[in-house]
């Protein structure tokens, strides 16, 4: 459904793509990580055409999306990183106004429109100005807008900002059956457990290319460790291979089971672990991978281990 090679784009000196590589195939969900000023969102302006590229390919659909930029707007739906409604219009004439502007006629429109609320969860909202939403609200209208025409490649650009818990789970569960029913999704969050809650494939955007692309699974068990921290009151004890950080305790190896590493290390502390104030156990997640991904050079080996 998207297939990026070599993509490359600049602003004056500042290098921002510098050959990205990504596919995407329909009915999958694709997580696009990266930290701020990675080139996310510069990265989905060109696909979705509203900023040339320096160089490299993009086909959406197998059309080429740097040239056939409205052939390929038409599969393309985009929810941008800013929000993008009309406050004085009501949730319906947001909608409505958008289905127009995508070519959709009167009568599918208003059958597009109630289905669009449904999904988002806005039905009880549609006579509401957007402007009187909440923010959780708000995002899901924006992301409403980008599902009128049916697209078959999504982009959402950190959907779930200012959402709570519930806006979040439903954004969620819309994008869940966008994927069952077949639609490519590209998803950019700084809340990487939404993505673990997603199931996603992941794609590590860093220095200018997409480091890592994996399914999850592939990604936590290469990258992502356990560990433990043993905190105190007052100055860590000395303890063979533990680093002290002041008022805590780290294994220098990377323990593969942290309770028992923990339980060991109280045992050969005996009095000293009266100091004692709590044991926090780090669970391998999608954060500890990102963090190893982002924080050290990433090895050719391991490189090649997961790039598609
Ligand atoms: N229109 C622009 N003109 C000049 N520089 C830009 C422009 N848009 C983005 N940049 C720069 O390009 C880099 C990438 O920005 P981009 O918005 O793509 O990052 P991002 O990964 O989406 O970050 P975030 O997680 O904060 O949304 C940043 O250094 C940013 O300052
Ligand atoms: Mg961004």
């Known amino acids: 459904m998207l297939e990026i090679t070599g993509l490359r784009k600049a602003y004056g000196d500042n290098q921002v793509l510098r050959g990205v590589d990504l596919t995407v195939r329909p009915g999958q969900i694709v997580g696009l990580l ?21 160089g490299g390919t993009v086909r959406v659909a197998g059309i080429d999306a740097l040239t056939d930029r409205r052939q390929a707007a038409q599969h393309i739906g985009l929810a941008p990183q800013e929000l993008g409604i ?20 009167r009568s599918d429109t208003a059958r597009r429109v109630s289905q669009v609320a449904e999904a988002v969860g806005l039905a009880e909202w549609m006579r509401k100005k957007a402007g009187e939403l909440s923010g959780g609200q708000k995002r899901r209208l924006h992301t409403g807008m980008a599902l009128l025409h049916k697209p078959a490649l999504l982009f959402l650009d950190e959907p779930t900002v200012g959402a709570d818990v519930q806006s979040r789970a439903s954004i969620l569960e819309v ?19 939404e993505l673990e809650q997603l ?23 290469q990258y992502a460790v356990a560990n433990v921290v043993l905190h105190f009151s007052g100055t860590a ?15 220098l190896a990377v323990p593969e089971d942290p309770a028992r590493t923990a339980a060991q290390a109280l045992v050969s502390l005996g009095v000293e672990a009266e100091s004692l104030a709590g044991v926090e156990i780090i669970r391998p997640s999608l954060e500890t991978a990102y963090l190893a991904i982002t924080g050290r050079a990433i090895t050719p080996e391991a490189d090649s281990a997961l790039v598609a």
């Open 34 to 54: 990266g930290s701020n000023g990675a080139g996310k969102t510069t990265l989905i302006s060109i696909v979705a055409g509203l900023r040339p590229a320096d």
């Open 86 to 105: 009309y406050p004085t219009l009501t949730v319906a004439d947001n909608l409505a106004f958008f289905a127009r502007l995508a070519g959709m006629s």
């Open 175 to 193: 994008v869940r059956s966008l994927a069952a029913d077949g639609v490519a999704v590209v998803y950019t969050s700084h809340y990487l457990t």
């Open 199 to 221: 199931n996603a494939d992941i794609a590590v955007l860093h220095e200018g290319r997409v480091v890592v692309r994996g399914s999850l699974d592939e990604v936590l068990g």
């Open 237 to 251: 004890p000395d303890l063979p291979g533990w680093r002290s950080d002041g008022s805590s305790l780290s294994p």
